[in-house]
């Protein structure tokens, strides 16, 4: 069984809309991230938490905002969308906020806007 | 600042052949990089396939190896006999012991022909 889930695993959304991506995970965890990956960039980082707490946010707009309800929650709100946020979208968590440690991923919400 | 640079794909070979997969980075903030490869197979997501945090180490898993070079900034990818199982993208990704910020490439996408 999955032990981070993404829902949905597809979204197709119009330009302007607001859409909320779901990220669990059920590795008990203390940190989770979002990651990005649009057609043939790299996997490119977007917010790390830790115990809840935002540490780093790489993503420049303020269209995106992780929203953490609980300790293995981290939602992806993503408002206004515009064609060019088309990208999957990859949740992941660590056992502790720290490069070294290896990352877990969830299988991905492929978004596109049209 | 801090990037990677992976043989861009896809990347086809025969089963028994060797593979290489390229790996080089840079490493502009990070004083002691860790070197990570990652793969993700159909419909899942990325997980950890091997990583090496010293300069000079060799990593193996699953019949993979590489190689922290620090002189050649490289931690090139390689098998010597591939099965069709194999078959996924790899993605190679630098990280630091001191931030919880994971860099990634674009992935290598691999296709194993039987």
């Known amino acids: 069984d999955p032990k981070i889930i993404q829902k949905p695993k597809y979204l197709v959304a119009v330009t302007g809309s607001e859409k909320i991506l779901i990220c669990e995970q059920y590795?008990?965890?203390?940190?989770m991230y979002w990651y990005r990956q649009s057609a043939k960039k790299p996997l490119e980082f977007m917010f790390s938490?830790?115990?809840?707490?935002?540490?780093d946010n790489q993503t420049a707009s303020s269209r995106f905002q992780p929203q953490s309800s609980k300790k293995n929650h981290l939602d992806l709100q993503i408002t206004a969308l515009k064609p060019d946020d088309s990208a999957t979208y990859f949740c992941?968590?660590?056992?502790?906020?720290?490069?070294?440690?290896?990352?877990?991923f969830g299988a991905g919400t492929r978004l596109s806007v049209l | 600042g801090d990037s990677v640079t992976q043989t861009e794909g896809p990347v086809t070979v025969s089963e028994s052949e060797s593979l290489i997969i390229n790996c080089t980075y840079s490493?502009?903030?990070?004083?002691?990089?860790?070197l990570f490869w990652y793969v993700r197979y159909p419909g899942e997501g990325l997980q950890l396939l091997l990583k090496?945090?010293?300069?000079?180490q060799k990593g193996s898993s699953r019949g993979f190896e590489a190689t922290y070079n620090k002189e050649t900034t490289s931690f090139h990818l390689q098998k010597a006999s591939v099965q069709e199982s194999d078959s996924a993208v790899y993605y190679c990704?630098?990280?630091?012991?001191?931030?919880?910020?994971?860099?990634f490439g674009t992935g290598t996408r691999l296709q194993v022909l039987p």
């Open positions: 992941a968590s660590s056992q502790e906020g720290r490069g070294q440690n290896t990352l877990y």
């Open positions: 590795l008990g965890h203390n940190a």
């Open positions: 938490y830790s115990y809840q707490k935002l540490m």
């Open positions: 490493a502009t903030s990070i004083a002691y990089p860790n």
């Open positions: 090496v945090i010293t300069a000079g």
């Open positions: 990704a630098l990280g630091s012991s001191n931030t919880n910020k994971v860099v």
